[in-house]
């Protein structure tokens, strides 16, 4: 056995491969439902808490950059460890998708709040004020002049941080989640064989490759002249 | 002299930003069909004077009255108000988002509740007043900044106001692009526009304007018609300032 051959059996390993692919496609499903679980959930409730913030109602704000500075503070690990194994004890035993989902989306929900929250002050202040000028109320304003500039300032950060976030996904194998990583690591365990591995990073790149290519063209797409 | 009360009527207004007392009791009256220059140094407050009309600033306290509406009121439906008062601001302000029909039928549409072809309809006639019917499909970053001046004045008298506010229109103009706006605010004013322009436009002034009023240090110092406050100023710190602009 040459070194090349001993290499792809290791990792290419054609036998393993095929015997475990449906496990790794079972990972891939649920994945993607727990990306797209995450981005809906993250995205919705970082744009609430930013359109809350711009009320401007003090103790709200406080509020909001706590629950905001926590989030963004602490590792994305930590949040899925203290949401699964601490909640039971507060007499709520989420599941371990549940519990990733809940973990990544807070987190995610931190960051997105900011940047919308960033892109809704770094709108010039004579936009506001040419839009109540003609009679829209806050909300018209909100909605009609300031959001729709706000989003395109907002879409290549958001978009960093959503596939950063979202990739966060593999962090539920340790709640013991059959995700893609959890699936391909006991088939390794499994296979005494790392193939599974190798196919797991494809199922990563299969799905995500298009996503960084996707939000590549939305910011190209978004941005107009000022 | 006047037989119908003042369309706009400010009374005592004064306006504290923290410890800078910017406004020191002004009372300013204008009658309907007026023309009125406000001039002054910078930071003499008359751009916050005309804030305050619209109430985009709250002022500390003094009372306005604009078309019968008392603009500080809290039942004031402020929105409803300043549907009646127009303004327009020395950096445009156009939504960069829109197109300038879009800039100038979203209030159309959002605040007099019209439908979108009621609104188009409205809005190009508009644009064509401002003699921008052809760029009715252009954003604002396609437009040169007279025509952008232009289409904010559009987006303005869409709403039929009864009061103009002009806040250094031509002040960001290259100057061979005031032009054009002066002459769409000289159309506004033959067609009996109520106008309160902040601006140093001189020439403007002197053929166009009813009254000047010049302002120092939150206060009104001196008014009258332009060829008195040009030629012949009472007071020291008007003749310096006509002084110091006509030098220029």
């Given at each position: 056995?040459?070194?090349?051959?001993?290499f792809?059996d290791?990792f290419?390993?054609?036998?393993?491969?095929e015997?475990y692919?449906p496990?790794?496609?079972?990972?891939?499903?649920l994945?993607?439902?727990?990306?797209?679980?995450?981005?809906?959930?993250?995205?919705?409730?970082?744009?609430?808490?930013?359109?809350?913030?711009a009320?401007?109602?003090?103790?709200?704000?406080?509020?909001?950059?706590f629950?905001v500075?926590?989030?963004?503070?602490?590792?994305?690990?930590?949040?899925?460890v203290l949401i699964?194994?601490?909640l039971?004890s507060?007499?709520f035993?989420?599941s371990?998708?549940?519990s990733?989902?809940?973990s990544?989306?807070?987190?995610?929900?931190?960051?997105a709040?900011?940047?919308?929250?960033?892109?809704?002050?770094?709108?010039?202040?004579?936009q506001?004020e040419?839009?109540?000028s003609?009679g829209?109320?806050?909300?018209?304003?909100?909605?009609?002049?300031?959001l729709?500039?706000?989003?395109r300032?907002?879409?290549?950060?958001?978009?960093?941080?959503?596939?950063?976030?979202?990739?966060?996904?593999?962090?539920?194998?340790v709640?013991a989640l059959h995700?893609?990583?959890?699936m391909a690591?006991?088939?390794?365990s499994?296979?005494?064989n790392?193939?599974?591995l190798?196919?797991?990073?494809a199922?990563?790149?299969?799905?995500?490759?298009?996503?960084?290519?996707?939000?590549r063209?939305v910011?190209?797409?978004?941005?107009?002249?000022? | 002299?006047r037989?119908?009360?003042?369309?706009?009527?400010?009374?005592?207004i004064?306006?504290?930003?923290?410890?800078?007392?910017?406004?020191?009791?002004?009372?300013l009256d204008v009658?309907?069909?007026e023309?009125?220059?406000?001039?002054?140094?910078?930071g003499?407050?008359?751009?916050t004077?005309?804030?305050?009309?619209?109430?985009?600033?709250?002022?500390?306290?003094?009372?306005?009255?604009?078309?019968?509406?008392?603009?500080?009121s809290?039942k004031?439906?402020?929105?409803?108000?300043?549907q009646?008062?127009?303004?327009?601001?020395?950096?445009?302000?156009?939504?960069?988002?829109?197109t300038?029909?879009?800039?100038?039928?979203?209030a159309?549409?959002?605040?007099?509740?019209?439908?979108?072809?009621?609104?188009?309809?409205?809005?190009?006639a508009?644009?064509?007043?401002?003699?921008?019917?052809?760029r009715?499909?252009?954003?604002?970053a396609?437009?040169?900044?007279?025509?952008q001046?232009?289409v904010?004045?559009a987006?303005?008298?869409?709403?039929?106001?009864?009061v103009?506010l002009?806040?250094?229109p031509?002040?960001?103009?290259?100057?061979e692009?005031?032009?054009?706006?002066?002459?769409?605010?000289?159309?506004?004013r033959?067609?009996?526009?109520?106008?309160i322009?902040?601006s140093h436009?001189?020439?403007?002034?002197r053929?166009a304007?009813?009254?000047?009023?010049?302002?120092d240090d939150?206060?009104?110092?001196?008014?009258?018609?332009?060829a008195?406050?040009f030629?012949s100023?009472?007071?020291g710190r008007t003749r310096?300032f006509?002084g110091?602009i006509?030098r220029?």
């Amino acid at each position: 056995m040459t070194s090349w051959d001993r290499f792809t059996d290791a990792f290419f390993n054609a036998r393993v491969m095929e015997k475990y692919l449906p496990d790794i496609l079972a990972g891939m499903v649920l994945t993607i439902e727990l990306a797209a679980a995450v981005i809906a959930s993250g995205l919705l409730a970082g744009l609430v808490l930013a359109l809350l913030r711009a009320l401007g109602i003090r103790p709200l704000n406080w509020l909001i950059v706590f629950v905001v500075d926590l989030f963004r503070s602490l590792p994305p690990l930590v949040v899925i460890v203290l949401i699964y194994f601490g909640l039971p004890s507060a007499g709520f035993s989420p599941s371990a998708f549940v519990s990733t989902w809940m973990s990544l989306a807070l987190v995610l929900m931190a960051f997105a709040e900011e940047i919308f929250w960033a892109g809704i002050v770094s709108t010039p202040k004579g936009q506001w004020e040419a839009a109540r000028s003609t009679g829209l109320g806050f909300g018209q304003t909100l909605l009609h002049v300031i959001l729709p500039q706000a989003l395109r300032l907002t879409i290549a950060p958001l978009t960093n941080r959503t596939i950063a976030i979202t990739k966060g996904t593999a962090l539920g194998t340790v709640v013991a989640l059959h995700e893609i990583l959890g699936m391909a690591s006991s088939a390794m365990s499994n296979s005494y064989n790392p193939s599974p591995l190798m196919m797991g990073a494809a199922a990563y790149l299969v799905l995500f490759l298009p996503v960084v290519v996707a939000a590549r063209w939305v910011e190209t797409r978004f941005s107009w002249k000022r | 002299m006047r037989l119908m009360p003042p369309i706009v009527s400010a009374k005592a207004i004064h306006k504290h930003f923290g410890p800078l007392h910017v406004l020191k009791g002004v009372d300013l009256d204008v009658a309907e069909r007026e023309l009125v220059f406000v001039i002054g140094p910078s930071g003499s407050g008359k751009s916050t004077l005309l804030r305050c009309l619209n109430r985009l600033e709250a002022p500390s306290s003094g009372s306005i009255v604009v078309d019968g509406i008392d603009m500080l009121s809290s039942k004031t439906d402020i929105n409803h108000a300043r549907q009646r008062i127009g303004m327009v601001f020395q950096s445009f302000n156009l939504y960069p988002h829109m197109t300038a029909l879009g800039n100038v039928t979203l209030a159309l549409r959002k605040v007099v509740g019209k439908s979108r072809a009621e609104a188009e309809v409205l809005g190009r006639a508009a644009l064509e007043r401002v003699g921008l019917a052809d760029r009715a499909g252009h954003r604002p970053a396609e437009l040169s900044g007279g025509q952008q001046q232009r289409v904010a004045i559009a987006r303005a008298i869409a709403l039929e106001p009864r009061v103009m506010l002009f806040d250094e229109p031509t002040s960001a103009l290259d100057p061979e692009l005031v032009g054009s706006v002066l002459a769409v605010m000289r159309g506004l004013r033959e067609s009996g526009m109520t106008m309160i322009v902040v601006s140093h436009e001189m020439g403007f002034a002197r053929a166009a304007a009813d009254r000047v009023v010049f302002m120092d240090d939150g206060l009104i110092v001196e008014q009258g018609p332009p060829a008195q406050i040009f030629e012949s100023p009472t007071h020291g710190r008007t003749r310096a300032f006509i002084g110091q602009i006509q030098r220029h």
